[in-house]
């Protein structure tokens, strides 16, 4: 299978715990791990993360974005231009590969995925989840902000299944220039707008609850579901749980639903990963 990440320097270890949930719960698979970044990054930090990932098994690929893409795109200290690159990942993995994972690095995977990433596109271009199907968050203030009248849903982008072959065809930086240039001002989650807004009617909606599991909203899907999607149910069938928002499981002053169970995972990381012996390399 393979996976994409985008990070910063200071996201490393967050990526480092969702990647170790991932094999934890996949411990049949094979990853590649494709890691989109600038190329400022400290090099001390990359050289870790290659030793962690090939102490999980996992194959690293480490991918140096050009500063000058999306230089000129709307950035902030919440939404650095990283946050750009998975609209522009076709255009830096290797031609041979047709279909990848994107994660975000602030979840867990709890279940296998299989299925799902092999799960058929349907002639679209994304698989991915949204947050505002069922409960109808904002649904007609999205509609009238990013211009997208005929899309029903708002999908979030921290899991995206990418048709690589397809968004290869389709996806060109000169649209989603354009679309920055025209609705810069009404952009208040950059990357995710500008995907709903110029790819929403290409993107196969998977269940929420199941894919991309918002932890905001524990009480809200609960409701929904007539009370059957509690916490026995979560960690037996949810696959990502998606700490989205901007409080933090890996802050210690994070409270939510599942705080105790990222910090289980945050703590494996030390104590059977990274206080294991460096393997031995050629």
């Not at 009238?144 to 996806?171: A, E, H, P, T, W």
């Not at 929420?208 to 037996?236: C, E, H, I, M, P």
Request: aromatic share 14%; hydrophobic share 40%.
């Amino acid at each position: 299978m393979n996976l994409l990440f985008s990070i910063t320097d200071n996201y490393i270890h967050q990526l480092e715990t969702t990647l170790f949930s991932i094999k934890c719960n996949n411990t049949e698979q094979q990853f590649d791990v494709y890691v989109l970044l600038a190329n400022t990054e400290n090099s001390d930090n990359l050289i870790n993360l290659k030793i962690f990932c090939r102490k999980l098994g996992m194959i690293l690929h480490l991918i140096q974005v050009p500063s000058s893409a999306f230089a000129a795109a709307p950035k902030s200290s919440r939404y650095p231009q990283t946050i750009y690159y998975r609209l522009i990942a076709q255009n830096f993995l290797p031609k041979q590969i047709d279909r990848i994972l994107y994660l975000d690095c602030d979840l867990l995977c709890l279940n296998p995925f299989k299925d799902f990433y092999e799960s058929a596109f349907q002639d679209n271009l994304y698989t991915a989840a949204s947050h505002t199907e069922n409960i109808k968050i904002g649904r007609t203030f999205n509609k009238i902000r990013l211009g997208n009248y005929d899309v029903d849903n708002y999908f979030n982008s921290g899991v995206l299944l990418m048709n690589l072959k397809l968004i290869r065809q389709q996806v060109n930086l000169a649209d989603i220039y354009h679309y920055i240039d025209s609705k810069s001002l009404q952009l208040f989650l950059p990357d995710q707008d500008i995907l709903n807004a110029l790819y929403g009617d290409k993107i196969k909606a998977v269940a929420d609850v199941l894919y991309n599991y918002d932890t905001r909203y524990f009480s809200a899907y609960k409701l929904l579901n007539g009370g059957t999607t509690d916490l026995d149910w979560v960690v037996q069938n949810t696959v990502f749980l998606h700490f989205c928002g901007q409080g933090k499981p890996w802050h210690k002053s994070y409270s939510g639903k599942f705080a105790a169970l990222y910090k289980y995972y945050q703590w494996l990381v030390q104590r059977d990963v990274l206080a294991f012996p460096n393997p031995v390399t050629d």
